[in-house]
């Protein structure tokens, strides 16, 4: 990495979640709902006169704080390709979801420098109402781009995606892949210096995951800084100059991607043969 600024700069990430501790009526359908709201004075009345204590005829979780993520600090320079892993549910997406500022952390910070694309999931930022030419012009806007420079991009951005035939077709009828592969492609096409990217291979055909892995190599050629997360270790390996291994919501290891792949898999073996 080189000596200038880093572009991502984490320090004392956390993020916290209170889990349970309230009663469980989600699943009670309305029709129960509504009986006890009606019912809940006169049976506060009952209680009072008959002077007995009250009782609750639904489940109550007992509540408790979890941490998603904890004391997770690292940099990421320049056109530098960092790769996350993990086991599911080791804070991975959550991080991402830290840096995109989809949430807030709990405590420590994240500095981004300069501005971010992130696809965490098939048709995030989509809206299922517009073509997808919409979305993309969408995208751009929402990422500061003048109308002029979206439409300069709009062509490759269709091409790439190879959803032409539908792309004046509303979003909520493309297939999984279909949005997949258009997010992909305005992620990967429009005017920004950080991408982070979850799990974008996926879902999709061989042939589309390769010139994937070809594009973010030539975005990291141009400067552009790239966090991935995937379970595709060995895409990983080729993509990445650096990775990181999460584990339980903190940084285990932070090192070159074949080392920390390998701790990994070792852990993953030893998880498996207990």
């Known amino acids: 990495m080189s000596s200038e600024q880093p572009m991502i700069e984490v320090e004392g990430l956390g993020k916290c979640y209170w889990v349970g501790g309230h009663p469980l009526i989600d699943n009670m359908g309305m029709h129960a709902l509504l009986e006890r709201v009606f019912r809940a004075p006169v049976n506060l009345i009952t209680d009072r006169f008959l002077k ?4 609750c005829h639904y489940p109550v979780g007992k509540g408790h704080m979890r941490w998603a993520i904890r004391e997770v600090s690292f940099s990421v320079g320049r056109g530098e390709v960092l790769g996350i892993v993990g086991h599911n549910g080791a804070g991975k997406s959550v991080l991402l979801k830290l840096l995109s500022r989809i949430t807030q952390p709990t405590e420590g910070f994240a500095r981004l420098h300069g501005r971010v694309s992130s696809m965490l999931e098939a048709g995030t930022g989509f809206h299922g109402e517009l ?31 190879e959803v032409e035939e539908y792309i004046d077709t509303p979003v909520k009828r493309y297939s ?3 949005v997949l592969r258009l997010g992909f492609s305005v992620s990967a096409h429009l005017d920004t210096e950080i991408m982070l990217i ?12 390769q010139r994937c892995i070809e ?9 552009r800084t790239v966090l991935f997360v ?7 390996q080729k993509i990445s100059d650096r990775a990181i291994l999460i584990r339980n919501g903190r ?14 898999l070792a852990t993953a073996t030893g998880m498996n043969s207990g």
């Not at 030419?133 to 751009?140: D, K, Q, V």
């Not at 594009?215 to 400067?223: E, F, H, L, Q």
């Not at 940084?251 to 990994?264: F, K, L, N, S």
């Open 131 to 161: 073509t997808g030419r919409e979305n993309i012009r969408l995208s751009g806007a929402i990422l500061g781009m003048t109308r002029a420079e979206i439409e300069a991009r709009m062509d490759e951005i269709i091409s790439f995606s």
């Open 251 to 264: 940084v285990e290891m932070d090192g070159a991607p074949d080392q920390v792949v390998a701790e990994h």
């Open 215 to 223: 594009k973010m190599r030539g975005v990291a050629r141009s400067g």
């Open 230 to 236: 995937s379970h595709d270790l060995e895409v990983l």
């Open 176 to 178: 999984t892949g279909m």
């Open 52 to 55: 007995r204590e009250p009782t």
């Open 198 to 209: 979850d799990e974008v291979l996926a879902v999709g055909d061989q042939r589309f995951k």
